[in-house]
């Protein structure tokens, strides 16, 4: 489409979903400091000057994605809660549920977790998406170990980074390659998952 006799308006549905749509498919190819807005506009069909209509800038746009990403992750979290009723189980559905997001939705978890470069998570939006996401692990933790939460809430702190350390450094092996180039990649993902897990838990270190 010319530049010449271009319009900022829109026809085609939401601009401003159809804006982080595009940004996702830069990023995938470039990675999330290879891209501009003027790009993510010309794909998208508009003017270079329409993304500042929903987004102050690439920031404020990464930070919507951000946000979109943990809304997934929160609702998959939730789902993956409901399962059980036995806190154990649950405990271990969650990390399951955790892992399987980064690796079928790669480059939201690369935005929600590793913009480097860009200060997300200074972002007031993420941060609370992020704590609503996070929250399903929390409250599973109190379930299963109610002393860590009593007298001592740095323990409480660590049983729940311990367990969220847990299930992050797997997913970032797996999505970042190292993990699936390991012999261990030769098991299916879900399956090691398990393996992982169930070890963790028979050793109270998750």
Avoid at 26 to 41: C, H, N, P, Q
Avoid at 111 to 137: C, D, G, I, T
Wanted: charged residues 20%; aromatic residues 8%.
């Amino acid at each position: 489409m010319a530049e010449t006799g271009r319009t900022d308006k829109y026809h085609h549905g939401d601009l401003r979903q159809t804006l982080m749509n595009n940004c996702l498919k830069l990023i995938e190819d470039k990675g999330v400091s290879g891209f501009t807005l003027r790009e993510v506009a010309r794909i998208s069909g508009v003017s270079a000057a329409a993304p500042y209509h929903h987004f102050r800038n690439k920031t404020e746009l990464l930070a919507a994605v951000a946000v979109m990403g943990f809304k997934m992750l929160d609702e998959a979290q939730r789902k993956a809660s409901q399962q059980f009723s036995n806190p154990g189980h649950k405990l271990k559905a969650l990390g399951k549920s955790y892992v399987m997001f980064a690796v079928n939705h790669k480059v939201y978890f690369h935005v929600m977790f590793r913009a480097n470069n860009e200060p997300l998570w200074e972002n007031a939006q993420v941060m609370n998406a992020a704590k609503h996401a996070l929250s399903h692990l929390e409250n599973t933790i109190r379930e299963l170990y109610p002393e860590a939460e009593k007298g001592n809430s740095s323990h409480f702190q660590a049983a729940v980074l311990t367990c969220w350390s847990m299930v992050h450094g797997l997913a970032s092996l797996w999505v970042d390659g190292p993990l699936r180039a390991a012999e261990s990649g030769k098991l299916e993902i879900e399956k090691l998952i398990d393996l992982i897990l169930g070890q963790a838990m028979t050793h109270r270190s998750f």
